[in-house]
């Protein structure tokens, strides 16, 4: 577990970030079920609270489904967002309460898949979209496989440093995604790297040409670079949440082959890989980024 010393944020610029923390404590006190309720409200009130992100969904949404109309695209916003607000509960009560609150709702088919790709002694890559249930994730993985992390680190010290805490109680090791070196040492070491490559990224830090729901974006090629380096197994992993937060489904899916003499079309396997697991799902996948930002000045970009 990585240390948190409280006393190096008691500075009134992380009030705010502390208050949020104290939120999350009360919000875990009450009953399960309760705290996933208030989630939904949340999310709910967070939908017309910041309009700023929910044109982003929308826009996200609309490339997504072009097919749909506005109040189609405006209803899956909601749903997008109460899910969100499930997230919040969910990530007050794996921070503040056992991770045995949440065990007896989850179920992790595919277990034997992961179990027989790490007895080959190969590092594996576990390969997984931003689903909402990103952080439940972590702890239900963890609680049985030592796994390490790879994370995007926050801008606020405050909230990063209590993340980097937090989610040291369930996973064995967490990986800056700049830090190739580090996930491809645990890979040689036979270890379990868990990977999320689905957020826009830029030339500069690897970001190649790739389609993305048939719009043009650039796409982390870390996922193929590093699986051609250690030769690790990639195993697909999905996510799946009940509309009320009552069961919690983990699919491990079987190893998939990348093309690893062509990283652009490896990479666009990948993209393809999460597009057919979020259209089975779409209200449970993190909209609110801006996926689409266009991959050169020649492409127009729709979040203006």
Same mark, same amino acid.
């Given at each position: ?8 944020? $008691? ?5 705010? !970030? ?18 996933? &309720? ?20 929308? /826009? ?21 967002? *109460?899910? #969100? ?35 080959? +002694?190969?590092?594996? #890559? $576990? ?10 994730? +972590?702890?239900?993985? +963890?609680?049985?496989?030592? #796994?390490?992390?790879?994370?995007? /680190?926050?801008?606020?010290? $405050? ?7 937090? *989610? ?26 868990? %990977? ?8 500069? *830090?690897?970001?190649?040409?790739? !389609? ?5 974006? $650039? ?12 030769? &690790?197994?990639?195993?697909? %992993? ?53 996926? %689409? ?12």
């Amino acid at each position: 577990m990585v240390d948190f010393v409280w006393r190096d944020y $008691l500075s009134p610029k992380h009030w705010p !970030t502390l208050l949020g923390f104290s939120i999350f404590w009360l919000l875990s006190r009450l009953p399960l079920n309760t705290q996933l &309720a208030i989630g939904r409200s949340l999310g709910s009130l967070l939908y017309y609270a910041i309009p700023a992100r929910r044109k982003i969904t929308a /826009t996200n949404l609309s490339f997504a489904y072009p097919d749909d109309t506005p109040t189609q695209i405006a209803a899956l916003s909601k749903r997008v967002y *109460r899910h #969100i607000g499930m997230a919040a509960a969910e990530t007050a009560s794996l921070w503040f309460r056992p991770w045995s609150l949440f065990a007896p709702r989850v179920t992790i088919n595919g277990a034997n898949v992961l179990d027989d790709a790490v007895a080959t +002694g190969n590092g594996v #890559i $576990l390969l997984q979209a931003h689903f909402s249930t990103i952080e439940l994730c +972590g702890a239900a993985m +963890g609680s049985r496989w030592p #796994i390490a992390a790879v994370y995007d /680190t926050p801008k606020n010290p $405050l909230y990063a440093a209590y993340l980097l805490h937090q *989610r040291g109680r369930h996973l064995v090791e967490l990986i800056e995604n700049r830090d190739i070196r580090k996930m491809v040492k645990r890979l040689r070491q036979g270890g379990i790297v868990w %990977f999320s490559p689905d957020q826009a990224v830029s030339r500069a *830090r690897g970001g190649v040409d790739t !389609t993305y729901f048939q719009q043009a974006v $650039l796409t982390s090629s870390g996922t193929a670079r590093i699986q051609k380096m250690t030769k &690790a197994t990639v195993l697909p %992993f999905v996510p799946h949440r009940s509309e009320d937060g009552s069961r919690y489904t983990l699919e491990i899916l079987p190893a998939i082959t990348l093309d690893d003499e062509n990283i652009e079309a490896a990479t666009q396997q990948v993209n393809h890989l999460f597009e057919s697991q979020i259209v089975y799902q779409p209200e449970q996948y993190f909209w609110v980024h801006k996926r %689409f930002k266009p991959p050169t000045t020649k492409h127009p970009n729709p979040y203006q």
